[in-house]
Nanobody, 119 residues
Framework: QVQLVESGGGLVQAGGSLRLSCEAAGRTDSIYYLGWFRQAPGKEREFVAS????????SYADSVKGRFTISRDNAKNTVYLQMNSLKPEDTAVYYC????????????WGQGTQVTVSS
């Protein structure tokens, strides 16, 4: 089992920045990918970014490329999402998720953290 706890959400004006953190606990040696997803009111949850735990290779949704950066600190079992140039449409609950090597889907999810961007 892997437990994930997000932090760092809040209220920010458009154009501002926030950094989200996700600390993993439990069987962290089984993590293959860590990802960030978000869900806005009335919308489906969508992929934001992911990072391969060992190599650090990253992937981003087109909507956040050039504005968001995902990174990790293996020693702290923590993944970060640096969000710059925030837009009102980035407003959502942001979730951290983890996937094991043989999984086709993200199996472990955090409780989510609210990000609100005011115009």
């Amino acid at each position: 089992q892997v437990q994930l706890v997000e932090s760092g959400g809040g209220l920010v004006q458009a154009g501002g920045s926030l950094r989200l953190s996700c600390e993993a606990a439990g069987r962290t040696d089984s993590i293959y990918y860590l990802g960030w997803f978000r869900q806005a009111p009335g919308k489906e949850r969508e992929f934001v970014a992911s990072i391969r735990w060992n190599s650090g290779s990253t992937s981003y949704a087109d909507s956040v490329k050039g504005r968001f950066t995902i990174s990790r600190d293996n020693a702290k079992n923590t993944v970060y999402l640096q969000m710059n140039s925030l837009k009102p449409e980035d407003t959502a609950v942001y979730y951290c998720a983890a996937k094991r090597a043989l999984s086709v889907r993200y199996e472990y999810w955090g409780q989510g953290t609210q990000v609100t961007v005011s115009s």
